[in-house]
T-cell receptor, first 112, second 113 residues
């Protein structure tokens, strides 16, 4: 009964380093999302996927790339980390676009 | 272009009293609204929703009211309990005409004993 699992939970990167955040869901959901949460900004959509092999840009996509090679996994990549990408990242999945989102517990990323 | 706005970053309420969290939206095409609750170090969890064809939806201690003419919704918690202390986000499916959820900034609710 795992739901949505995010790894890692914490990470500190140096400016310019790269990393990949992994999101895995075991509910057979078609839709998956990556959001970032920043103080005073709420949750902002980075990228999303409407099914295996598809990805699309969200509200704040710059500096990030994503891949959905398998239905259960949605990867978020940072090619060259910047301090502005210091944030808490949440992955979510859903049966429909309009709600019923199940969120992971988040990844706290600090870029120094 | 913040389509969903929560103008109160924080709210403090005494245990047993009513908590009222507010949310404003700009897009009159939104037809469905949701509230999520988030505890520290956890992801947001769904709390309650309301369709635009209704002006009220109730679930136990939680009631959401929708005022379409004012483009305003509110979440009422009665009576407030210490376990209600969390950050509350309102959301609507309306990212750039698509149905992805857009969220407000969140309101941190603290229930004092």
């Amino acid at each position: 009964n795992a739901g949505v699992t995010q790894t890692p939970k914490f990470r500190v990167l140096k400016t310019g380093q790269s990393m990949t955040l992994l999101c895995a869901q075991d509910m057979n959901h078609e839709y998956m999302y990556w959001y970032r949460q920043d103080p005073g900004m709420g949750l902002r959509l980075i990228h999303y996927s409407v099914g295996e092999g598809t990805t699309a840009k969200g509200e704040v996509p710059d500096g990030y790339n994503v891949s959905r090679l398998k239905k259960q996994n949605f990867l978020l990549g940072l090619e060259s980390a910047a301090p502005s990408q210091t944030s808490v990242y949440f992955c979510a999945s859903s049966y429909t676009e309009r709600g019923g989102y199940t969120f992971g517990s988040g990844t706290r990323l600090t870029v120094v | 272009d913040q389509q969903v706005k929560q103008n109160s970053p924080s709210l403090s309420v005494q245990e047993g009293r009513i908590s009222i969290l507010n949310c404003d939206y700009t897009n009159s095409m939104f037809d469905y609204f949701l509230w999520y609750k988030k505890y520290p170090a956890e992801g947001p969890t769904f709390l309650i929703s309301i369709s635009s064809i209704k002006d009220k939806n109730e679930d136990g201690r939680f009631t959401v009211f929708l005022n379409k003419s004012a483009k305003h919704l509110s979440l009422h918690i009665v009576p407030s309990q210490p376990g209600d202390s969390a950050v509350y986000f309102c959301a609507a499916p309306g990212f750039r005409g698509a149905q992805k959820l857009v969220f407000g900034q969140g309101t941190r609710l603290t229930i004092n004993p």
